[in-house]
Structures are given as structure tokens and as C-alpha cells.
């Protein structure tokens, strides 16, 4: 990666598995230290180990994104111990399923708590140590779903959709202050997040597994893409070409693509096409 990261040092959220080991793992490659922040410790110790196999060197710490004290904890520890932090990946993230005003409350907080709060902590304590070090990057993880809102996904939606809304400001706040920023907007790949989802039935919770295990891309793929954009800085990536043509497709024509979904859910269709698409690799 290029020069403007002097120090190569980064705190990956998550990191205990998925997404978040593949891009500790991409980063190490390349000589990083990463910080593998997660609330899974076992996950986390593994991730270490296959960290430093890789070449690279890092350190294991415990925290919930969703609880301001933890982060606190977390970025004074990485910025005191390393003397910096030049990527900050907000990964960490959970999945909850269901028709709006059947989820319980719980859930959404539950979702809320650690998708949006998550990074509204980290950035609440990364962004005034960045700005005071002299730069920085951040790489938020949304999904296409922050884009194009399918149904029964409203509280994964709700909370992917501010995330690229609070990338696309931070991306112009943080100019001046040379701190890049990145949202990544994935489509479904092979990940644990059906691990900790919560969802309402079982055709939910099997076609969002399903969903995953027949994702087109790995997740080392996805983590080369997007450690690829951190180093262009760019704003937005979609690093499977269905999702591109998603959100090219909804930009384009937001009232007649919202009024297909409509009718497909009117006419009874939407689940089955859903399925099949996700069983043809389409999504």
C-alpha cells in the first residue's frame, strides 16, 4: 500500500472471523500490524496466529463496538501502544430478518446497537486522534443493502443505509484533515453472519444462510478488492459486479424498480425469486 500510511498499523473490528480475518490477513501480507478487535477471543487468537503466519504482526483485544466504553478502551490502547493508527476497518456487524412490526424491539436494538452504533463509536473516538496525527483512512463495511432495500431486511437495511451516509459525510469533512474514506457495498459472499442473525422464521434464516454459503465470491476476494480501494481512496466499492449493476439499476430508475419489488411481494413472488436468484450466484 502506498506511502501517505507511514506507520502500516490498523484496527480491524470483527476480526475473529469472515470478513474481518480476510482483511487482517490481506493487510498482513503487505507487512502490517493489525489490531484484531473482536468479542469472540477465540476467533481473535486464531486470527492473530494466521496474522503473523502470514508475515505480518499484530495484538488481540477484547471489546463490544456497541459499547462506548469499550471503544474508548480499545482506541486509547492502539494509539498509545503504536504511537498511531493509520486504517481504521469498521467490520464488525450482525443480521436481523423480518417483516417490519413483527421483529421485536430487542432486535433492533440488538442490530442498532452494534452495526450503527458501532461505528458511530469508533469514528467518535478515531477521528479527533486521526486528525491530531496528521491523516489517516478509514474503510466502513455497509453492504448493497445500504443501497437497494430488499424486503424483510429493514433493520439491516436501516442501519447499512447510514453507514454510507455517514461515509459519504465524513468523506468531505475528513478532506482537509487527509483522512481518506471507503464504504464498501458487497453483495452477499461466503461469511459467519448467519451465525449471530436473528430472524423471525425458518425460510429466513435458511435462505440467508444459503444465501451466503453460495456466495459468489470468498471472502479473501472481497478483502483484496477492498483493500485495493482503501489504496486508490475511493469513495465507494462494489466488489462483485452484481452488486454494481444493483445500484446502477436503482440510481437509474428508484420509482420503477421499488414498484417490481411492490409487485412481486403483492403477487406473492418475492421470496421465491429471491431464492432462485441467490441459488444462481445473481445475488
Known sequence: MSSRFSRKTAVVT????????????????????????DINDAGAE??????????????????????????????????????????????????????????PLEDWRYIIDTNLWGVIHTCTEFVPRMKAQGGGHILNIASIAGIVSLAELAPYNSTKSAIVSISETLKSELAKSRIGVTVACPIYFRSHLADTMRNIDSWEHDYFATALDKGRMDPARVAEKLIAAVERNRLYVFPQAAAKVLWAVQRAAPGPWYWFLALLNRLGLERPVMKVLSLMKLL
Open 14 to 37: 470483527g476480526a475473529g472471523s469472515g470478513l474481518g480475518r480476510a482483511l487482517s490477513l490481506e493487510l498482513a501480507c503487505v507487512g502490517w500490524r493489525v489490531g484484531i478487535v
Open 46 to 103: 486464531e486470527t492473530l496466529g494466521l496474522v503473523e503466519r502470514a508475515g505480518g504482526s499484530g495484538a488481540v483485544f477484547h471489546a463490544d463496538v456497541g459499547v462506548a466504553g469499550d471503544v474508548a478502551e480499545m482506541t486509547q490502547h492502539f494509539f498509545a501502544e503504536w504511537g498511531g493508527v493509520d486504517l481504521l476497518v469498521n467490520n464488525a456487524g450482525v443480521a436481523v430478518l423480518g417483516w417490519t412490526g413483527e421483529i
